[in-house]
C-alpha cells in the first residue's frame, strides 16, 4: 500500500524565516494531496488540498508544491510567525475514497522570537 | 454550525471494559471515518463507511466495531479495551466525490488504565 515519508520532524525556525516541509509517497496512483495543521491539544485542520500534475498553490502565509514525477509534496510556511506553531500532517489519497488518508508522521514546528 | 463533533472529549477506562464513542457530522457528508493517533501522533485509518460500504483497516482488531444510525452518524464501541488502545481516536468525514477531503472533529482521548 501507500507509504508517505515526511521530513523533517521537527524544525525550529525564527520569527520571519521559511520553514519547508516535505513529503515523498510510494503509489503512483495517489491522486489527491493534503496539508494538515494540528494544534497542541486540537483535532485537524485543513490548509490546502492539490490535485494537478504539477501545482503551485499559495494560501495564507503558505506555499504548497506537488511535483507528480518525483510523487514529492511540500510546504513552505513564509514568513513564520508563533502562530504558526504546530504539527503540520502531509496526506495522499489514491482517490478510492473508502482506504482514508494515508498520513505522514508529521512535522513538529516551532516558532521563536 | 456546520461540522464534526465528538463526546466524549476524554474516556479514562480499565481494562477490559467496554466503550463507545460518538461522532456526528452536520456537512452533510456522507462518508464518515475513524482514525487512530497514536502517542507519537502517528494518524492511521480504522474504518471508512458510508451507506453502501464499510471498509475496515484490517489491521484493525476485533474487538473494534463502527456503528451507524445514518450517514451523519458514526459511532466507535470498544468491546474489551486493551493498554495498546489508550490513543486520540479522530472521527472525519467527506463527500464521496470530489477531491474528497477531510474534515476533522475534536476527537476523543481514551486512557485505559
Known amino acids: 500500500g501507500e507509504q508517505v515519508e515526511q521530513r523533517p520532524p521537527h524544525l525550529s525556525v525564527r520569527e520571519g524565516d521559511s520553514a519547508f516541509i516535505t513529503c515523498t509517497y510510494t503509489?503512483?496512483?495517489?491522486?489527491?494531496f493534503f496539508w494538515y495543521k494540528q494544534e497542541p491539544g486540537a483535532s485537524l485542520q485543513l490548509l490546502m488540498k492539490v490535485f494537478s500534475s504539477t501545482e503551485i498553490n499559495e494560501g495564507q502565509g503558505f506555499t504548497v508544491l506537488l511535483n507528480k514525477k518525483d510523487k514529492r509534496l511540500s510546504l513552505n510556511l513564509t514568513a513564520a510567525h508563533p502562530g504558526d506553531s504546530a504539527a503540520y500532517f502531509c496526506?495522499?489519497?489514491?482517490?478510492?475514497?473508502?482506504?482514508?488518508?494515508?498520513f505522514g508522521l508529521g512535522t513538529r514546528v516551532s516558532v521563536f522570537p | 454550525e456546520t461540522a464534526v463533533f465528538q463526546t466524549p472529549n476524554y474516556h479514562v477506562t480499565q481494562v477490559g471494559n467496554e466503550v463507545s464513542f460518538n461522532c456526528k457530522q452536520t456537512?452533510?457528508?456522507?462518508?464518515m471515518y475513524w482514525y487512530k493517533q497514536d502517542s507519537k501522533k502517528l494518524l492511521k485509518i480504522m474504518f471508512s463507511y458510508n451507506n453502501k460500504q464499510l471498509i475496515v483497516n484490517e489491521t484493525v482488531p476485533r474487538r473494534f466495531s463502527p456503528q451507524s444510525s445514518d450517514k451523519a452518524h458514526l459511532n466507535l464501541r470498544i468491546k474489551s479495551v486493551e493498554p495498546e488502545d489508550s490513543a486520540v481516536y479522530l472521527c472525519?468525514?467527506?463527500?464521496?466525490?470530489?477531491?474528497?477531503?477531510?474534515?476533522f472533529g475534536p476527537g476523543t482521548r481514551l486512557t485505559v488504565l
Open positions: 472525519a468525514s467527506s463527500r464521496t466525490g470530489g477531491a474528497r477531503e477531510q474534515y
Open positions: 456537512l452533510g457528508h456522507d462518508t
Open positions: 503509489d503512483p496512483n495517489s491522486y489527491y
Open positions: 496526506a495522499v489519497s489514491a482517490g478510492n475514497y473508502a482506504q482514508g488518508l494515508t
